[in-house]
């Protein structure tokens, strides 16, 4: 619907798998985020590429790690995540990074509901 | 202090009743600003821009105050599909690119 789409949808992961998300965006945007969102809790940005080049990594742990082969697609791999983990991760795309407004406008994904056992 | 902050609510009003959520923003750099709607269980989705000299969309109404630091979102004629989280959001020039900073939402519930 908003032309950004992420799978799966859902996940349930123990503490010892690795699993990956996906974010494909059909708008031509040349920026990507990953935003965690956590019950009760504003949407915390995690990372994000403009060009395929990361220009933030805000202080997030290891475990996780994006990666963005193109500027259609990002992924967030993740790997020995902890309960605290479990949370709905959005992704985002723009058309630029700058501030001028309206071109900055994020439209986002449906998100992955993620829940770590 | 939180970086955007928000009345959590939530605010129960009537259909066809006027609501307005306020907000409050820390960072005197903040550039431009937004207000997003997100339903239970869905992503935001952009509501409105904000600009300085306040904006109009059919039934919303957005405000800026910047010496104030100050936003707001009027909703008149309340209806039942407006019941939502309102999401204050602020773009701050960091690095060079953009970064929104979003406040943890207002929630909404219009009752018959």
């Known amino acids: 619907e908003t032309g950004v789409t992420q799978t799966p949808r859902h996940l349930v992961m123990g503490m010892t798998n690795k699993k990956s998300l996906k974010c494909e965006q059909h708008?031509?945007?040349?920026?990507m985020y990953w935003y965690k969102q956590s019950a009760k809790k504003p949407l915390e940005l995690m990372f994000v590429?403009?060009?395929?080049?990361?220009?933030e990594n805000n202080s997030v742990p290891s475990r996780f790690s994006p990666e963005c082969p193109n500027s259609s697609h990002l992924f967030l791999h993740l790997h020995t995540l902890q309960p605290e983990d479990s949370a709905l991760y959005l992704c985002?795309?723009?058309?630029?990074?700058?501030?001028?407004?309206?071109?900055?406008?994020?439209?986002f994904g449906p998100g992955t509901r993620l829940l770590v056992l | 202090r939180k970086e955007v902050e928000q009345d959590p609510g939530p605010f129960n009003v009537p259909e066809g009743a006027t609501v307005a959520f306020n907000c409050t923003y820390s960072?005197?750099?903040?550039?431009?600003f937004f207000w997003y709607r997100q339903d239970c269980r869905k992503e935001p989705k952009l509501l409105m821009s904000v600009y300085s000299s306040g904006n109009e969309d059919g039934r919303f109404t957005a405000q800026l105050n910047r010496a104030s630091q100050y936003i707001s979102l009027l909703i008149r004629d309340s209806k039942l599909s407006d019941s939502a989280t309102y999401l204050c959001?602020?773009?701050?020039?960091?690095?060079?690119?953009?970064?929104?900073?979003f406040g943890a939402g207002t929630r909404l519930a219009v009752h018959p």
């Open positions: 959001v602020v773009n701050i020039a960091s690095g060079g690119y953009n970064k929104l900073i």
């Open positions: 960072n005197s750099a903040s550039q431009s």
């Open positions: 985002a795309s723009s058309q630029g990074t700058g501030t001028s407004g309206r071109r900055e406008t994020q439209y």
């Open positions: 708008l031509g945007h040349n920026a």
């Open positions: 590429y403009s060009l395929e080049e990361r220009v």
